[in-house]
């Protein structure tokens, strides 16, 4: 086994055993997604078009890509809570691959990120939702969910890296809730100006919303709309691969030179 994945599966169990320590916060970050569903899709649900069971399918997808794009809020938490309490610089004096330590943060987040999914998608499909394409299509939804996950933490480790204190990864973390607001998450963009829609329909959240309920066999692409949602898998995995390839190297060399 190479040093990187040694470290890194070392590290990974590092990271998971502070979550075990932290039951509070990995309830709260699991029952959060199943709350908005409910409040959602009862509440909210009632004032749109698309009534009853017919928006909750709509939502589903638009949350489970709402929860992936949290991991830049905890990547930046975690991450700048191990800088500014001496953690992370405990662990540079090791000897362990610079890149172990981010990439042991990222695959424990991608772990609980798998298990979270699985009662969210249990509560989907007792308020309505359904898979209506194929098992195969389905699995390959999942599989791109998690790497939009991987990818959002690996950008939000970078800015928790780059951060001057916890509390302000924070108050950063925090505004990233406004990041689904301004997709076809929760709504559909058909009536937002023309100025916002484009906006909207390029927020990599979008494109893998569009992704999963075309995947699922909830809802069709959309047409007349911008390249990533017309394209969805594809503008999904293009934002993917940019997140990591820009993200992951920075992220490992702040680390290494902080």
């Known amino acids: 086994m190479s040093a990187l994945a040694y470290d890194g599966t070392v590290l990974l169990g ?3 055993r502070r979550l075990r320590n932290n039951p509070g916060l990995v309830i709260l970050t699991q029952t959060m997604p199943v709350t908005m569903l409910l409040f959602f899709g009862y509440v909210f649900g009632s004032a749109l078009a698309m009534p009853g069971e017919q928006y909750r399918s ?7 890509v709402a929860t992936a794009a949290n991991g830049l809020m905890t990547g930046m938490f975690q991450a700048a809570q191990d800088v500014h309490r001496g953690v992370t610089d405990r662990l540079r004096t090791l000897p362990v691959s610079r890149a172990a330590v981010p ?3 990222a695959a424990a987040d991608l772990v ?5 999914t699985v009662p969210f998608l249990l509560v989907g499909l007792l308020v309505g939702w359904r898979v209506e394409g194929s098992v195969a299509a389905a699995a390959g939804a999942l599989v791109l969910l998690l790497l939009f996950r991987f990818a959002c933490t690996w950008a939000g480790i970078l800015l928790g890296l780059l951060s001057r204190s916890e509390e302000a ?10 990041l689904p607001l301004l997709s076809n998450a929760y709504i559909p963009v058909d009536g937002m100006p023309g100025w916002l ?3 909207a329909e390029w927020n990599p959240i979008s494109a893998l919303t569009t992704a999963l309920r075309d995947l699922f066999g909830n809802a069709s692409v959309p047409s007349g709309a911008a390249w990533p949602v017309a394209h969805p898998v594809a503008g999904s995995l293009v934002w993917c691969a940019v997140l990591i390839a820009v993200c ?7 680390y290494a030179r902080a």
């Open 14 to 16: 590092r990271q998971l």
């Open 58 to 64: 709509f939502l589903v997808p638009g949350l489970l």
């Open 103 to 105: 990439l042991g943060q």
């Open 112 to 116: 609980v990120t798998a298990a979270g």
């Open 169 to 178: 990864a924070g108050q950063l973390g925090s505004a990233t809730f406004m």
């Open 197 to 199: 829609r484009a906006l």
């Open 248 to 254: 992951a190297p920075l992220a490992v060399r702040r």
